[in-house]
């Protein structure tokens, strides 16, 4: 057990003896919770379970600080670096900040806001980094990456400087590495320090956390606010590249087949909800989709799993998240495929009556690599189409309530019923199958080869 989950964890643990199993679960807590969080795991083995011991509670897990000589983080920025970052930032006519998942941990968000709007300089979100501020602020030019915007790509493509905050450079972001950048300066702020240098190089590496380094660039009084009128007026003409014709299919809701297009669903979904609500997206062009048209306002409102993606994830984090906020409305939503790899956590729904609201986007297919045979495979569409089961059975027999929507009609009915009614709730939209997400940067591709339109 430990050994096959020790490439998937921060940290594996298996105590030996049952004395050892207290100090080891607030060493795992300890790690699990310190700098750049992540998965620990600690494998009880079931003779030491069964061994008594008449040790007494001593830790005191405020003050407790484990012997780990190696596990070292500095959450306190260099104020020399902080200033190197200033100084570049002033000096920049094209800036642009990405956001990552690092902001949404350290709860940083308003900071961002902030910070950015003090150096007048853009901002995009990593995949994870989404949620972290609202998405429709002026600043925010979306999501960047290999579905991104064609805003946030083409002004990676263009900067002079990018200040990236608690991200990885994932190749979902850069694309290529050897095109990516150009002449452009970087400034990456890190709390893990094997993340600097990794990928990009830096130009300041600023290794603390997100938080405490965004709380002082948001009250940096160093910090010009340059007009940058040539990159802004840059950035609105990438806005309004492909704006009309996305705007134009949202509008019509339906592909050439007269079936539900899923930009649609979560463009209502998201006025409906308007971007507060808690969202769980699975892996697939749905989840991509999700990413580019909900419109987020509450911080630390999206869940995904990013680089390649885990299908089936949605349904159970969904649970969980419920658990952990149970005042919010927290909606799971999934592709026909990834529902069905995790379709008996309804069990779970239902016998500890979660309040789960479930939209199920079935388009009949794999649809995100049905994507790529579309593109890159001459459309031979082979090990993707869905031969799928009777999903309202499925969730009559859970006793969930559910309904199908085949028209664009009854979309938003459908939604506004299950986020009204009380406890869980399904319904099932049957979408397009040829509905492609753009842009689209090639996989292996740089940024520079993203595929706009069709
Ligand atoms: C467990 C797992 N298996 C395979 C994949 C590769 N994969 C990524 S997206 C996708 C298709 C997802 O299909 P579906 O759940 O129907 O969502 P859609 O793309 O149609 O919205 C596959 C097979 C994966 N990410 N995870
Ligand atoms: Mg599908």
């Known amino acids: 057990m430990v050994g096959v989950m020790m490439p998937l964890t921060k940290q594996t643990y298996m105590p030996l003896t049952v004395g050892e199993i207290e100090e080891t679960i607030h060493e795992a807590m300890y790690v699990a919770l310190t700098g750049r969080g992540g998965p620990v795991i600690v494998d009880i083995p079931k003779d030491i379970q069964l061994q008594e011991t008449d040790r007494m509670y001593h830790f005191d897990p405020k003050t407790y600080e484990p012997d780990l000589p190696g596990f070292f983080y500095s959450p306190v920025p260099d104020r020399d670096q902080i200033r190197n970052a200033v100084e570049l930032i002033n000096r920049s006519e094209r ?6 998942h690092g902001v949404v941990t350290s709860n940083a968000g308003l900071n961002l806001q902030k910070f950015a709007e003090r150096a007048h300089v853009p901002f995009a979100f990593t995949l994870h980094g989404l949620s972290a501020a609202p998405v429709d602020h002026p600043l925010s030019l979306g999501m960047v990456g290999m579905h991104g915007t064609v805003e946030a790509n083409r002004a990676l493509l263009n900067t002079d400087l ?6 990885r450079f994932d190749d ?6 050897e095109d990516f950048g150009g002449d452009a300066k970087v400034i990456h702020v890190e709390i893990d320090p094997s993340e600097i240098d990794k990928n990009v190089k830096t130009s300041v590496a600023i290794n603390a956390d997100t938080g405490e380094v965004l709380n002082l660039l948001a009250r940096d009084l160093e910090i010009v606010a340059k007009p940058r009128r040539i990159w802004f007026e840059q950035i609105e003409v990438y806005r309004s590249e492909i704006a009309e014709e996305l705007q134009k299919e949202i509008d019509a809701g339906v592909g050439r087949e007269g079936q539900l297009l899923m930009k649609s669903i ?11 609500d808690i969202i769980v997206s699975d892996v697939g062009q749905h989840q991509m989709i999700l990413a580019r048209f909900y419109n987020f306002q509450t911080a630390n409102s999206w869940f995904t799993s990013g680089g390649a993606g885990t299908m089936g994830c949605s349904l159970p984090m969904a649970i969980g998240i419920k658990l952990a906020r149970p005042k919010e409305r927290v909606w799971s939503i999934s592709g026909d495929g990834g529902f069905q790899m995790n379709i008996q956590e309804l069990g779970a729904i239902m016998e500890h009556d979660i309040d789960v609201k ?10 995100m690599v049905r994507q790529w045979q579309t593109l890159f495979y001459d459309g031979r569409y082979a090990g993707t189409p869905m031969k799928n089961p009777d999903f309202g059975a499925i969730a009559g027999a859970y006793g969930i309530p559910y309904l199908k929507v085949t028209e664009l009609a009854r979309v938003a009915d459908a939604i506004k019923t299950a986020a009204e009614h009380k ?7 049957l979408c397009d199958p040829s509905e492609i997400v753009l842009p689209m940067v090639p996989a292996g591709g740089g940024i520079a080869d993203m595929i706009v339109s069709k």
């Open 423 to 429: 406890g869980a709730f399904m319904v099932e939209f």
């Open 162 to 167: 990018i200040i990236s905050f608690g991200m």
């Open 95 to 100: 800036p642009i900040i990405l956001c990552g």
């Open 266 to 276: 979560v463009t209502q979904l998201s006025d409906l909800t308007e971007g507060k």
């Open 172 to 177: 979902r972001v850069t694309g290529k590495l």
């Open 358 to 367: 479930i939209l199920l986007l079935n388009n009949g297919y794999l649809g």
